[in-house]
């Protein structure tokens, strides 16, 4: 567990896998070396928490993977990781966030799954407020009121649609894998079946059977979660639309707007 090992390495404790103390800790983000929810752009492989864990940035993106599938985390949005979830991280660009750590007692209600989350003002503003708890203590009873709160946020909160499903069919599998390591390919349906031994029909009732999506749309889906990746990392929309194989930058910015209702040059910007 890199995240475990780095904490250890700077004398820290990892609050993450602490059974005690106060049943919700909320830690602020940085890049300082040592962080708990170190951020700027760096990578953290396969791990697990025994407390649950939300996390948001407040510029940058974050993706998660874990067995099912990955997903993304862009500003003003939130993730949900369960206890004891196995998941590996990357961050992009990512300067500051919050991190809310919850005991699992406090988890029975809330999703059983991971998943991204809209964040409310009361969520954001009692985040900031429990980062500055004490950690080691119980909550004292307005503690727990509060807490209680942020456990309904969470829970009430309508989830996003930034999720990519992996597929368990081995040839879509492979399928799958390649197109995520080139998201810009030119290859067609056809070619796509041709390189997973299937025909384009099969690869058709497969995506949509194990990913709940057409083939076009996980295609798009994976081009999105590079796209918000690449402009996390402050490349320009001409130099993103044409590593992702759109026709043009207005292609990009349409398939953009379409999904988040906000042009690529804005979109950071007023979510920082």
């Not at 250890?8 to 609050?15: K, P, R, S, T, V």
Request: with cysteine.
């Amino acid at each position: 567990m890199a995240k475990v090992n780095e904490n250890a390495a700077h004398g820290m404790e990892d609050w993450s896998e602490q059974p005690g103390g106060a049943a919700l800790i909320g830690i602020r983000g940085d890049e300082r070396p040592g962080n708990q929810f170190r951020l700027g752009t760096r990578e953290y492989d396969w791990h697990h928490h025994l407390r649950g864990q939300l996390f948001c940035v407040e510029a940058g993106l974050i993706q998660v993977s874990t067995a099912h599938g990955s997903w993304l985390l862009p500003p003003s949005r939130a993730g949900w990781m369960p206890p004891n979830v196995p998941h590996k991280v990357r961050v992009s660009g990512a300067v500051s966030g919050w991190t809310l750590l919850l005991a699992p007692a406090l988890c029975a209600e809330l999703p059983a799954a991971p998943c991204v989350v809209a964040i409310s003002a009361v969520l954001r503003a009692l985040a900031q407020r429990s980062s500055e708890w004490e950690r080691r203590a119980p909550l004292a009873p307005e503690q727990e009121r509060i807490a209680a709160v942020i456990r309904d946020e969470i829970r009430r909160a309508p989830h996003e649609s930034l999720h990519v499903p992996m597929p368990s069919d081995p040839r879509l599998l492979r399928v799958a894998r390649a197109l995520i390591d080139a998201p810009g390919s030119a290859r067609t349906l056809d070619g796509w079946a041709a390189f997973g031994a299937m025909s384009a029909r099969t690869l058709r009732r497969l995506t949509l059977a194990q990913t709940g999506l057409s083939f076009a749309q996980w295609r798009q889906q994976v081009r999105l979660m590079h796209g918000l990746d690449m402009l996390a990392r402050g490349l320009q929309v001409a130099e993103i639309s044409d590593a992702l194989g759109y026709a043009s930058p207005s292609s990009f910015i349409a398939m953009f707007r379409k999904v988040f209702g906000d042009s690529p040059a804005h979109y950071f910007s007023a979510r920082g």
